[in-house]
């Protein structure tokens, strides 16, 4: 059964750091670009990154550029997303997703999503 895992999410204090990990199973991330999206309570679904397929194109929300930095590691089928400088606005669950085209999106549509972990920022 094709599933994604997020890890990594905790309370952190503003101006510190989270890596996020998104790890796959039953399938291989080499096929899919991977996007990282994040939800607040109260607020819609937004893109934060994304990272095409072959790893060479990355895209960032105007508010994390600079801040955060999203790579893979397929050898072990883990896309990591890197926060740092963390804001009370970071404050969500966040999620990511699979999509099986080279090119990655900042929004829907994704083949396959996951549980998403909590992040909050606050002091």
């Known amino acids: 059964q094709a599933q994604l895992v997020e890890s990594g999410g905790g309370l952190v204090q503003p101006g510190g750091s989270l890596r996020l990990s998104c790890a796959a199973s039953?399938?291989?991330?080499?096929?899919?670009?991977i996007g990282w999206f994040r939800q607040a309570p109260g607020k819609e679904r937004e893109g934060v990154s994304c990272i095409s397929r072959s790893g060479v194109t990355t895209n960032y929300a105007g508010s994390v550029k600079g801040r955060f930095t999203i790579s893979r590691d397929n050898a072990k089928n883990t896309v990591y997303l890197q926060m740092n400088s963390l804001k009370p606005e970071d404050t969500a669950v966040y999620y990511c997703a699979a999509r099986s085209q080279a090119m990655c999106l900042m929004s829907p549509p994704y083949d396959y999503w996951g549980q998403g972990t909590q992040v909050t920022v606050s002091s």
């Open positions: 039953g399938f291989t991330l080499d096929y899919y670009s």
